[in-house]
T-cell receptor
């Protein structure tokens, strides 16, 4: 069966510091991968998605970036965090090439920028 | 543009009763899918149920059913026999054929089940 791992679970970082959140998927090949952000009490906003290694699409302009160095690895990064980057970050995967397949989410990373 | 609307910020229900969570959507794409997710206080997003735009019958998964009214563009979630563990945020989401399986989420409804 497929599993998704996301770490760390919580993170407190000062403004201006770098960020690296990692997500890996097991049990499937060539998945679609996603990074979402959820502000407190709000819905989910899609940040990035990837349909293959090295293929990254950005949904919103921001100081975050994403990379997919391996088929089942998705990394969210920032060179300098802003206060507004605080939030709950969720990684997700879906079956590659399959229409309307559900997204399966990791347990999330709660990021607080101080 | 595609859009999901959940008009109920919060809902209350008595244990063992049924509850309906509303969701309307807007898209001009003929092929799309509708999902419901549950988010407990722990934060994880749990997939509950899926309805395809060409499905003739309403989707059901255990105590969850989706009341799909295509002409009205609504996809309400019905939870039967509510349990205390159903207390959570519930999100309606939509995927469309040109969207690389990107999910667009509504703002969510917080459901509280009372004993």
């Amino acid at each position: 069966s497929q599993t998704i791992h996301q770490w760390p679970a919580t993170l407190v970082q000062p403004v201006g510091s770098p960020l690296s959140l990692e997500c890996t998927v097991e049990g499937t090949s060539n998945p679609n991968l996603y990074w979402y952000r959820q502000a407190a009490g709000r819905g989910l906003q899609l940040l990035f998605y990837s349909v293959g290694i090295g293929q990254i699409s950005s949904e919103v302009p921001q100081n975050l970036s994403a990379s997919r160095p391996q088929d089942r690895q998705f990394i969210l990064s920032s060179k300098k965090l802003l206060l507004s980057d605080s939030g709950f970050y969720l990684c997700a995967w879906s079956l590659g090439g399959a229409n309307n397949s559900p997204l399966h989410f990791g347990n999330g990373t709660r990021l607080t920028v101080t | 543009a595609q859009k999901i609307t959940q008009t109920q910020p919060g809902m209350f229900v008595q244990e063992k009763e049924a509850v309906t969570l509303d969701c309307t959507y807007d898209t001009s794409d003929p092929s799309y899918g509708l999902f419901w997710y549950k988010q407990p206080s722990s934060g994880e997003m749990i997939f509950l149920i899926y309805q395809g735009s060409y499905d003739q019958q309403n989707a059901t998964e255990g105590r969850y059913s989706l009341n799909f009214q295509k002409a009205r563009k609504s996809a309400n979630l019905v939870i039967s026999a509510s349990q205390l563990g159903d207390s959570a945020m519930y999100f309606c989401a939509m995927i469309f054929s040109g969207g690389y399986n990107k999910l667009i989420f509504g703002a969510g409804t917080r459901l509280a089940v009372h004993p």
